[in-house]
């Protein structure tokens, strides 16, 4: 059920930059997702110059904003484009959309329209994504921005920027978790049908030069993992599941997940972690025990390592009064 008293405060609004050429499924990510938050967000679509846009699709999509709707955003999503629409500078009128967000505002790019942040300055000196097909045409182009076309999406601080496509929901699905907690993040992925939080990230998709055939995949053993998050797991458990050698368990655990065994699951643990701060009034200590690590000091060090804030910060920010 909404949480009444949140209703009653303004929803967040949350402005999505149609640009022209845009990608259908990414201009109706950030609608579908924050549109299933009950009620949190306030979503609306704007386009340079209040007109309709072309699609890189069969059809034009029509807006009912012009941008200085912009001016009004707490969040501003810029959608994609087709790489071959993606500009060495930005054209007049989407710098002047642009320079029209509040300083304060959020704002959030998805899959390829991390080149309209770049063009723009405002990513020189911050760490960034996008898809990986076009990584290399980004650092070009973009020297002074901290690339990483390893992960799903990057979160630094008030500018985030997601990779390809679907990690628009995964960007958005964060946003959601941030600001209310994963229980309502958790309860708009249900009614959206997607998973509340991928693990890994996009090096799972790259293209290999040469594809593995017949490999054994290490899921099994990642799903087994999961139900045993209290138990000291270590490399060689978790390669002795899947019955393969450490090296070659390592190697492919990273083919498939784009991180090491060890990085997924402190990622998994501190998710965990997460979710218990939030539902239980458990003591720090027990919850650490819980999701297998070792102390409570240890849970602390990586809960601020992931999210910057401690147990108790996190706790009081985000449990509900039951």
Sequence with gaps: M????????R?????????????????????RIFGAADGHYEVLTCTVDGRPVRTNADFTVGVAHGPQILETADTVVVTSVPPDRLPAELPDEVAAALARIPPKARIVSI???????????LLDGRRATTHWQVADLFRRRYPRVDLDPDVLFVDDGRILTSAGAASGVDVCLHIVRTDHGSELANAVARRCVVPPFRDGGQAQYIEQPVPVSGAASTAGTRAWAMERLSDPLTLADLAGHARMSLRTFARRFNDEVGLSPGRWLIQQRVARARHLLESSDLPVDRIAAEVGFATGASLRQHLHATIGVSPQTYRRTFQRAR
């Design 2 to 9: 909404p949480d009444m008293q949140l209703l009653s405060r």
């Design 111 to 121: 899959c390829t329209a991390a080149f309209v942040l770049a063009a723009a300055g």
């Design 11 to 31: 929803p967040e609004r949350v402005v999505v930059l149609a640009l022209d050429g845009v990608y259908p499924f990414e201009l109706g990510i950030p609608s």
